[in-house]
């Protein structure tokens, strides 16, 4: 069982429970174990007893569980929760606006099983009678119903960015003197995204009708006074909030999230004898407020330093911001250069000049120019006598452009029984190496890793490219012990990559920060296959971001000089 199929299990528990409507504490127990063990970058199957236990959220009885699963593949526990419904039940959650308590309620009083018996007895009027339904709800019902079939789920983060920023500038040019806040998951700079969330600060309630009227909107989901929804052309679904000048960090807190940061925010809250929402900081008893207008006056009411919106997601970060110690996180505008790109030579759609000449207009101070090795013949990858002639050209370049240093690299692939694709005395006369995998991304995982690991024993391997190969949405992970990869990773210094490309974003953030801590170099590249593309540093930053990543574990933040010092090839 991987990690997201026990995960999924606590889930559906957490779920169960509340249909259930059973003890609050119980609930959240499961929830925050699922969200752990979902985001936690080692396979829990494979762990002890005693690593189990040391998992956030994870205590005797949690850790016995996941031991049970992992030997019979089933939880007797769950099974038994599963035994008192119908398992289509959980379907029912899922749909929009539709809550445990909402389905508890459809289940008790009109055994209602499924969707598509939700979806007749909504058609035929039965549900508004239902005590706190209503008409109104029930034509709700029907819409998420509809939703449903087409709703196409997640975004990626650069695509939900755009779409969340064109939406600002529609409702700033209306509305000059509110400030609009994205929030939520891109906020966070999350990989995907499941929505856009828009805080409108110091709204009037007569901004909903402008946000309804935006050209791209498809349909009208929800409209309030200070909340309304709607799906916007292209499948996204986009909330806009309005709140109270007083309420600005409150609200900018809460709607930020991620859920489980803000859970443990609010317990901190309340064992200091506070409560806190989206309004505001209050005193229990007297509700005197404390803190709402800065999001820094309410972790500091909270006794913690500002928390970074990438890293709130209960992965230690409050800890960390008690202790004054969390770290200083890259930027883009730490990044130096960039070490992964492509010319007309093999794929990409731009030849070596006009990479240089945009690298150049980015202020890059160095590049690698790595283009394909001839196992990728699609990509007319180039074989050892072209890849030196190439690297011949690249170094020509340089002087071209001031205060730019063209370095000559490759990427190299790594062929299905680890051994690299160019011969070493090719490789050895080149700046930079970035070792891939581009073929047989079937392999088990046995395989998969040995492949790498070999791959990662070669002195001239300095980079390992798009290490588990995933696209977004699309393509899952080569089957891969990560653990093992960046194990290797750390006793050799090689580089892992975090590729910019905006489906990769590989390493992601859990793995980035796994390898981090081991002490293995990262690497923030673009993989550019054209000059616009190297403008793609932002959404790897994000994920470097997210894995708690500081200027100094990043090659890419160094010198020239530093940089070299540092390559693999120079270290032994
Ligand atoms: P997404 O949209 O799936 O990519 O993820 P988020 O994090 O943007 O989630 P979303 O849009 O459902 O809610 C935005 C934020 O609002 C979320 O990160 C935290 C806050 N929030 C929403 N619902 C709850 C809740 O039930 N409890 C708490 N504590 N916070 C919530
Ligand atoms: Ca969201
Ligand atoms: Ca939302
Ligand atoms: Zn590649």
Request: charged share 50%; aromatic share 0%; glycine share 0%.
């Given at each position: 069982m991987d990690n997201r199929q026990i995960a999924q299990v606590f889930a559906d528990i957490g779920d169960l429970l509340e249909i259930k409507g059973e003890n609050a504490f119980r609930i959240r127990a499961y929830r925050t174990a699922a969200d752990t063990i979902a985001a936690w970058p080692d396979a829990v199957a494979r762990m002890d007893d005693r690593a189990l236990r040391a998992l956030p959220g994870v205590g005797k009885d949690l850790a016995a569980k996941i031991r049970e699963l992992v030997e019979t593949g089933t939880c007797l526990y769950h099974q038994e929760l599963l035994q008192e419904f119908p398992p289509t039940i959980l379907d029912l959650l899922r749909l929009q606006g539709v809550g445990p308590r909402t389905v508890a309620l459809l289940y008790s009083t009109m055994n209602i099983r499924t969707v598509d018996e939700l979806a007749e007895a909504a058609r035929a009027g039965r549900l508004r009678d239902l005590k706190g339904m209503g008409a109104r709800k029930e034509a709700l019902i029907l819409k998420a119903v509809a939703e449903r079939h087409k709703d196409t789920g997640r975004h990626l983060l650069p695509d939900t960015v755009s779409v969340s920023a064109e939406l600002v500038a529609y409702l700033r040019e209306r509305a000059p003197s509110v400030d609009f806040i994205p929030v939520g998951s891109l906020r966070r700079g999350c990989e995907t995204c499941g929505d856009i969330d828009v805080l409108a600060v110091g709204g009037e309630a007569a901004l909903m009708d402008v946000f309804i009227a935006y050209p791209k909107v498809e349909r009208a989901l929800g409209h309030g006074d200070t909340k309304s929804s709607v799906r916007l052309r292209g499948g996204y679904q986009a909330d806009l909030r309005l709140v109270p000048h007083e309420s600005r960090g409150a609200a900018m807190q809460y709607f930020t999230g991620s859920k489980s940061h803000n859970i443990v925010l609010r317990d901190r809250a309340i064992q200091r004898g506070l409560k806190l929402n989206e309004y505001g900081l209050y005193r229990v008893g007297d509700e005197t407020r404390v803190a709402g207008e800065t999001e820094e006056g309410i972790y500091d009411a909270l006794g913690l330093a500002w928390i970074e919106?990438?890293?709130?997601?209960?992965?230690g970060e409050i800890e960390a911001a008690a202790a004054r110690s969390l770290p200083r996180l890259v930027s883009t505008a730490d990044i130096r250069g960039d070490l992964h790109m492509h010319t007309t030579v093999t794929d990409g759609r731009d030849d070596l000049e006009s990479m240089a000449a945009g690298a150049h207009r980015l202020g890059h101070r160095y590049v690698a120019v790595t283009d394909h090795s001839k196992a990728l013949a699609m990509a007319n990858g180039l074989d050892e006598r072209r890849a030196l002639e190439h690297a011949a050209r690249v170094r020509a370049l340089n002087g071209r452009f001031e205060g730019l240093t063209l370095l000559a690299g490759i990427e190299c692939d790594i062929l299905p029984d680890g051994r690299l694709d160019l011969a070493d005395d090719c490789l050895a006369q080149l700046d930079l190496v970035i070792a891939s995998v581009h073929s047989h991304f079937s392999q088990d995982e046995p395989a998969m890793t040995d492949r790498i690991l070999r791959a990662l024993e070669s002195p001239w391997v300095d980079v390992l490219g798009h290490p588990t190969g995933r696209l977004l949405l699309k393509r899952e992970p080569y089957r891969l012990n990560v653990d093992a990869v960046t194990g290797a990773a750390a006793r050799h210094g090689v580089a892992l990559e975090l590729n910019c490309q905006v489906d990769r974003l590989d390493l992601n953030d859990a793995h980035a920060r796994l390898a981090r801590e081991r002490g293995v170099p990262l690497v923030v590249s673009t993989?550019?296959?054209s000059v616009t593309a190297l403008g793609n540093l932002r959404w790897g930053v994000s994920m470097a971001r997210r894995a708690w990543t500081t200027p100094d574990d990043v090659l890419n933040t160094r010198s020239l000089e530093d940089l070299r010092r540092l390559l693999r090839r120079n270290r032994t």
């Open positions: 919106p990438e890293l709130r997601e209960n992965r993989d550019a296959h």
